[in-house]
């Protein structure tokens, strides 16, 4: 795990907007259901890589919920249950873990009235610009969350049913939303969509994935390629479980 973690370069991706989200998931699986299967060197380099996250989220000031869950579930795992490795290499993992939060907690985003007063913000864009770039948020849990952030938002997330129209239609197929809406005369889609959502679980979309290739068995990020002897050597996509479980069990 720690050549394969090593060779995609996976501390670095994290500042490639298109590489983030599905670090973060590996990353998530690993802290939250794996860490206890991991060796003092693959749970080191991990850490680097969870460090480069929290980084990341601070300098661009973005994703700073996401790094934050993960720092919660990684100091939860490394003191809970057993784990390989020295009890010294343990406690300084815990700490460095426990160093990262810290600055996560003391982080506090500007809010509109520590902006410049004669600059533009993002709420002072018209309302279907708002709208617009709403329903280019890739699921649920990112409309939620830009419904806490100002009352403008939340109203717009709260009574535009082209959102939740739009998020249903993104994940799930024609066939199954046809199958829990026909019978109904009158469809609220946020409704629908948590419906649907429990019944058929939802799309993951990644900008970039790793694949493996199919002749020389090599894992490589798409967008980048691979050296391999064969030139149309097809490749196949490749999750954040499946990657975990090739790493843990092959």
């Not at 007063?117 to 990112?142: I, K, Q, S, Y």
């Amino acid at each position: 795990m720690s050549e394969a973690f090593h060779r995609l370069n996976l501390a670095r991706a994290v500042t490639d907007v298109r590489r983030f989200n599905y670090i973060c998931k590996v990353v998530q699986i690993l802290v939250r259901d794996k860490l206890q299967n991991l060796s003092g060197s693959a749970r080191k380099i991990l850490l680097a890589i969870v460090e480069a996250i929290v980084m990341h989220s601070l300098e661009s000031d973005n994703q700073v919920k996401t790094a934050r869950e993960l720092v919660h579930d990684f100091v939860s795992g490394l003191y809970s249950g057993h784990h390989c490795g020295s009890p010294t290499l343990l406690f300084q993992h815990q700490g460095a873990v426990s160093g990262l939060g810290e600055l996560l907690t003391d982080r506090q985003p500007l809010t509109p009235a520590e902006s410049n007063e004669d600059g533009v913000t993002f709420l002072d864009l018209p309302r279907e610009v708002l709208h617009a770039v709403l329903r280019r948020l890739p699921d649920h849990v990112a409309l939620l969350e830009a419904a806490k952030a100002h009352e403008a938002l939340e109203s717009l997330v709260e009574g535009e049913r082209r959102l939740w129209l739009g998020l249903c239609r993104f994940h799930f197929t024609p066939e199954q939303i046809e199958a829990r809406t026909k019978q109904l005369d009158h469809i609220d889609w946020r409704h629908e969509f948590f419906e649907l959502k429990k019944y058929f679980g939802m799309r993951e979309v990644y900008a970039d994935m790793i694949h493996i290739c199919c002749h020389c068995k090599a894992l490589f990020w798409k967008d980048h390629g691979h050296p391999c002897v064969s030139v149309d050597a097809p490749s196949v996509r490749v999750t954040p479980q499946q990657f975990v479980d090739m790493l843990l069990f092959l």
